[in-house]
């Protein structure tokens, strides 16, 4: 029986606010990082930046794609935690696990 092989995909999200750290980072991915696929979500109107800076092997995909149906219980959690100031990061995180379960 042969074995099946399982791909492996490197999720990744940006904003503008890291483009120039992004472009470096979508071409060192590859290279250090073995994987069958990779992507990057990011914000829909940041989508033609994205496409220009990010290396041709690294997918570009609008955020909204996943619909992020967490992001107002989210805010609603982290106000009542008086922790908005973090809402950035927990949000990528839950756009990961999004995108992973996609």
């Keep these: 029986m042969a074995a099946s092989k399982t791909r492996t995909t490197v999720v990744s999200?940006?904003?503008?606010?890291?483009?120039?750290?992004?472009?470096?980072?979508?071409?060192?991915?590859?290279?250090?990082?073995?994987?069958?696929?990779?992507?990057?979500?990011?914000?829909?109107?940041?989508?033609?930046?994205?496409?220009?800076?990010?290396?041709?092997?690294?997918?570009?995909?609008?955020?909204d794609r996943l619909g992020a149906p967490f992001r107002a219980v989210l805010t609603e959690s982290l106000d009542r935690a008086n922790n908005l100031k973090r809402f950035g990061w927990y949000y990528q995180q839950f756009l990961k696990i999004q995108a992973l379960l996609e």
């Design 13 to 63: 999200v940006c904003t503008l606010q890291h483009a120039d750290v992004w472009f470096h980072t979508s071409h060192l991915l590859p290279e250090f990082v073995k994987a069958d696929d990779y992507v990057v979500y990011v914000p829909d109107d940041q989508l033609d930046v994205f496409t220009s800076v990010t290396n041709g092997r690294v997918r570009v995909e609008p955020e």
